[in-house]
């Protein structure tokens, strides 16, 4: 007897334009689609591409770039969305004959390709052609092998990386949380998944406390280490189990303005008292974090649920724009960073001599132009490398064990 296939969807910053998926009823194989959640990717890649392209040139008004200025938690809604999206295939395929080899085979064709590519081609193409035209001399090669490992988060936060592809962190974190969090899934019984992500986000907020004399000396600890980004991850997965669950879907949806206007007031009272909006404030990184977390995954449990409905937030997620930016978001993000640091530096040298109404004028078109570039550049990578690799998945799909076949039955008790 041949094993029932079940479908899976993608993830956070690595999504693609298969379908994002949600399940006709709870606890069942992912069927309809929800395109509002490339919407989200796209306000995610667009705040990061927003936030870091445009450097502001001397003379540029402080207040303009205010906008953009937590730019930087668009990898949190990154985070969150890869914890919703992940923690879903993982609850609706547990049961598969082949759920890890499904998982992990699915999970490289859509990410490593494009980041090996990228990673061979940054160290031995473009530093060093940088180099010999006199670019970029401060970047070195000797942080490689760290992001061959996917671990380079470690090294940056320490003042350890001058690689030049700092950005590469959060890809780092997402996939050390691809290494643990299948067996988590598959061991831990599904009732009791949410005590799990619940006691991820404590810890992750504690430890965040804990080590904020250190982040004091080495600032941007609380932003790169690993434990310390786990609660977006696991929010996302606790939003993925309440949407599975009819009553905690009820009860969430009931307040969901209520949970999203705890997690602003949060927020707002973190920026009132620092008054600055950076991420390697003490208070920013720990009840901040937070407070975006909150706020996120009450948009993703929106996105989700309300999907197809006539709301303004649902209409907005539907739009081509952001859709599609989403789409490629993955590529986008690999690609944006040498790219806004080669743009900047052209940006600071063209600025100089200009009044301050046309270095406005600059620095506005500098981000208008930073995002089609990248656009264009991500749409080529989809279609010369990504899209090839996808269609792969095709041959490792979630396999349903046969009524009878006491796969179910042993799992069941190695669960229990």
């Known amino acids: 007897m041949q094993?029932?296939?079940?479908?899976?969807?993608?993830?956070?910053?690595?999504?693609?334009?298969?379908?994002?998926?949600?399940?006709?009823?709870?606890?069942r194989a992912s069927e309809r689609i929800v395109p509002e959640l490339n919407g989200v990717r796209g306000i995610a890649i667009l705040m990061v591409l927003l936030l870091h392209f445009g450097a502001r040139p001397e003379g540029v008004p402080k207040i303009l770039t205010g906008p953009f200025a937590l730019g930087w938690?668009?990898?949190?809604?990154?985070?969150?969305?890869?914890?919703?999206?992940?923690?879903?295939?993982?609850?609706?395929?547990?049961?598969?004959?082949?759920?890890?080899?499904?998982?992990y085979a699915r999970r490289a064709l859509r990410i490593f390709p494009l980041y090996l590519i990228a990673v061979f081609a940054y160290f031995h193409l473009v530093l060093p052609l940088a180099h010999s035209r006199g670019l970029w001399l401060t970047s070195d090669s000797s942080a490689e092998l760290w992001y061959w490992l996917?671990?380079?988060?470690?090294?940056?936060?320490?003042?350890?990386?001058?690689?030049?592809?700092?950005?590469?962190?959060s890809l780092a974190i997402e996939e050390q949380y691809y290494l643990v969090w299948p067996a988590v899934v598959f061991l831990v019984k599904r009732e009791r998944m949410w005590a799990v992500c619940l006691g991820v986000m404590t810890l992750s907020f504690a430890l965040r406390i804990a080590f904020v004399p250190f982040n004091a000396s080495h600032p941007g600890v609380l932003y790169g280490f690993t434990p310390f980004r786990l609660e977006p991850l696991a929010l996302g997965g606790l939003t993925a189990l309440a949407v599975r669950n009819e009553a905690w879907r009820a009860k969430v949806k009931r307040r969901l303005g209520q949970i999203a206007a705890g997690g602003a007031a949060l927020l707002l009272a973190v920026l009132a008292?620092?008054?600055?909006?950076?991420?390697?404030?003490?208070?920013?990184?720990?009840?901040?974090?937070?407070?975006f977390g909150i706020l996120y995954a009450c948009l993703v449990f929106h996105a989700y649920v309300e999907?197809?409905?006539?709301?303004?937030?649902?209409?907005?997620?539907?739009?081509?724009?952001?859709?599609?930016?989403?789409?490629?978001?993955y590529a986008a993000y690999v690609f944006h960073f040498p790219i806004s640091n080669l743009q900047n530096s052209l940006l600071m040298e063209l600025a100089v001599p200009l009044p301050v109404e046309g270095k406005v004028l600059l620095w506005g078109a500098s981000k208008a132009l930073g995002v089609a570039v990248t656009y264009g550049i991500a749409l080529l990578s989809w279609h010369l490398i990504e899209k090839h690799f996808l269609r792969l998945k095709r041959h490792f799909p979630a396999m349903a064990p046969v009524k009878g076949s006491g796969v179910q039955e042993r799992r069941?008790?190695?669960?229990?």
């Open 412 to 416: 069941a008790e190695l669960a229990s």
């Open 3 to 27: 094993a029932r296939i079940l479908n899976s969807t993608t993830a956070g910053q690595s999504g693609s334009n298969e379908a994002e998926a949600a399940p006709r009823a709870p606890g």
């Open 150 to 169: 996917y671990s380079a988060n470690w090294l940056g936060p320490l003042g350890k990386d001058n690689s030049g592809l700092n950005h590469l962190w």
């Open 73 to 103: 938690s668009g990898v949190d809604l990154f985070f969150v969305l890869s914890g919703f999206l992940i923690t879903g295939i993982l609850l609706d395929t547990r049961w598969s004959t082949n759920y890890f080899s499904s998982f």
């Open 307 to 329: 999907s197809g409905s006539s709301s303004w937030i649902s209409t907005q997620l539907r739009r081509p724009f952001l859709m599609s930016l989403g789409m490629y978001s």
């Open 273 to 291: 008292i620092t008054r600055n909006p950076s991420h390697d404030t003490a208070l920013m990184g720990t009840a901040g974090f937070t407070a």
